[in-house]
């Protein structure tokens, strides 16, 4: 079956840094999200990405935070300067329509 | 404004027996709701779905009832396994649909724990 797959499966960074995060969707998906999770917190959405450029943003998604895909497979979020309450579970999801089908997640430590 | 909450933070059943998980939201515009599924440290696994046009829907297993006169959704687990035990989330999908602008809004999620 398919699967939004996500690397690294832990990041662990200084604040300040400059962190990566990747993810390949579903190859035949068009829509491209991240979202974020907290440890003990909701799930929330950060953005969503269609047709080479952002369709929406969350007020936490702000200018450290960008995404990109740079080739026919990869999507990426980039945060420049990393804070300590950037630390959280990020999440990759994908879709053709409405149904998003997530990664295992990214686990981001701010130290 | 927003928000999608729960009821009930933890849920204790019985292998075995029928799960009900229930849900509020207070968006009326919102047309599609999903429940996902959250293991220990892993993403949402999506479950099942429902459009507001709908008032059930039944999969294997599995049957999501919306309400929409009292804004809420529901999520029954028939005969609970021992590997139904996960967090359960809901979602509302905020945006007007059509994929790009979908923005789900997840509940906190209710932890269902199944005892052997």
């Known amino acids: 079956e398919p699967e939004v797959t996500q690397t690294p499966s832990h990041q662990v960074t200084q604040m300040g840094q400059e962190v990566i995060l990747r993810c390949v969707p579903i190859?035949?998906?068009?829509?491209f999200y991240w979202y974020r999770q907290i440890l003990g917190q909701k799930v929330e959405f950060l953005v969503s990405?269609?047709?080479?450029?952002?369709?929406?943003k969350s007020e936490i998604f702000d200018d450290q935070f960008s995404v990109e895909r740079p080739d026919g497979s990869n999507f990426t979020l980039k945060i420049r300067s990393t804070k300590l309450e950037d630390s959280a579970m990020y999440f990759c999801?994908?879709?053709?329509?409405?149904?998003?089908?997530f990664g295992s997640g990214t686990q981001l430590s701010v130290l | 404004g927003e928000s999608v909450g729960l009821h009930l933070p933890t849920l204790s059943v019985q292998e075995g027996d029928n799960s009900i998980i229930n849900c509020a939201y207070s968006?009326?515009?919102?047309?599609?709701f999903i429940w996902y599924k959250q293991e220990s440290g892993k993403g949402p696994q999506f479950i099942i779905d429902?459009?507001?046009?709908?008032d059930k829907r039944q999969g294997q297993r599995v049957t999501v009832l919306l309400n929409k006169t009292v804004k809420h959704l529901s999520l029954q687990i028939a005969a609970t396994q021992p590997g139904d035990s996960a967090v359960y989330f809901c979602?509302?999908?905020?945006?007007?649909?059509?994929?790009?602008?979908?923005?789900?809004?997840f509940g906190t999620g209710t932890l269902l724990a199944v005892q052997p």
């Open positions: 999801a994908s879709s053709s329509l409405e149904k998003l089908f």
């Open positions: 190859s035949n998906h068009l829509y």
């Open positions: 990405f269609y047709n080479n450029e952002i369709s929406e």
């Open positions: 968006n009326s515009a919102s047309d599609y």
């Open positions: 429902i459009r507001s046009n709908m």
């Open positions: 979602a509302e999908n905020t945006g007007p649909g059509g994929g790009a602008t979908n923005k789900l809004i």
